[in-house]
């Protein structure tokens, strides 16, 4: 069997697969909190672009983009949650990216 990355245990719930049993356990919570109505249009696996794609040295590379784990309205405002258990470098340059483009991430 191979050894995950972090450590963490690939989970399935309603058929989703989900990378950690923290993440699937969030979105159990979220699925509460919009059967109650008190989030809407929860989406999973959102991707924002950071960058768009370009060509270096004639070869094209591509965007580089965000992929936030949940995204919702809450109170009408957008909520964008990305469940962590390790901080990684590429996450800190990628939420910071986001907030450039005026998108904070809720780090759950």
Request: hydrophobic share 40%; no cysteine; glycine share 6%.
């Amino acid at each position: 069997m191979r050894r995950v990355k972090y450590n963490n245990v690939k989970t399935v719930i309603d058929g989703i697969k989900f990378d950690s049993k923290k993440e699937a356990k969030r979105y159990t919570e979220l699925q509460l909190l919009a059967h109650q109505n008190l989030i809407s249009d929860l989406r999973l696996q959102v991707p924002f672009v950071l960058a768009p794609s370009v060509v270096i040295g004639g070869r094209k590379k591509p965007a580089i983009r965000y992929i936030a784990d949940f995204v919702y309205y809450d109170k009408g405002k957008q909520v964008i949650e990305d469940v962590k258990g390790v901080l990684t470098d590429v996450f800190r340059i990628k939420r910071h990216l986001m907030m450039v483009q005026g998108n904070e991430i809720r780090e759950v």
